[in-house]
């Protein structure tokens, strides 16, 4: 619950800040790169079914080592997996990812003739294709519910693109079309990839190599079936919640 509520925020404040650059970059207009229709979709078929399936489905730990040590729901009383620290980490997270997502693509097309439209529906389906890889990299669990929400909205958000700017009737017409034919369009969506999952994957992999939680600890002596791993879990445990008494 609590990596979902960070969750959230981040996926819906990275799509906000980006809209943000924009109406600082074009000085306060009333215009938009990314339709409405676009905008309306993201947080109902883009990237809503992943977030409850993942918020369902998704658990640290099974049953059978909770029951055995239930010292472990501590880590919940001691807010290890909310609080204002990673709240504020996420936020610069989500800062530097919507930077990616808007200045990489403003910068390859720059001084080009590609309008608002293309670079709008570059800049939502790399949006879409960064949230759902950032909440891949911490799925625990993978079924194939879990495969089918997360994959499946990306391709769900490039049909609904397709459909959107095959209709003439509204703005950005055949716009993804004509940007797709080009090679910077899919150098963007890489770069912005790579540049935006990176740092957080960096970070990741040196927090939970030096510095593992009781959690991830269990996790790892469950996966590896070495449950002798959970003692030292134990003890420390005990020793936080049950402390010696003088």
Known sequence: MGYMILYNFYRNAVFVLILFWYVLFTSFTLTTAIT?????????????????????????????????????YGAGQRQECYNSKLFWLTMVDTLWQ???????PLFAYWGSTIDTSSI??????????????HLAMDVIRWTWITHAAIWGSIIATWICVIVIDALPSLVGYWAVFEVAKTASFWLCLLAITIAAIVPRFVVKFLYQYYRPCDVQIAREAERFGNQSALCPVQIEMNAI???PRR
């Open 120 to 133: 709008g529906d570059l800049w939502t389906l790399s949006v879409v294709i960064l949230v759902n890889l």
């Open 241 to 243: 919640l049950d402390p």
């Open 36 to 72: 409405e229709w676009s905008s309306m979709l993201f947080s109902i078929i883009y990237t809503a079914v992943p977030t409850i399936v993942v918020g369902i489905l998704d658990k640290d730990l099974s049953r059978r080592t909770l029951l055995t040590y239930p010292q472990l």
């Open 98 to 104: 919507s930077l990616a997502v808007f200045f990489i």
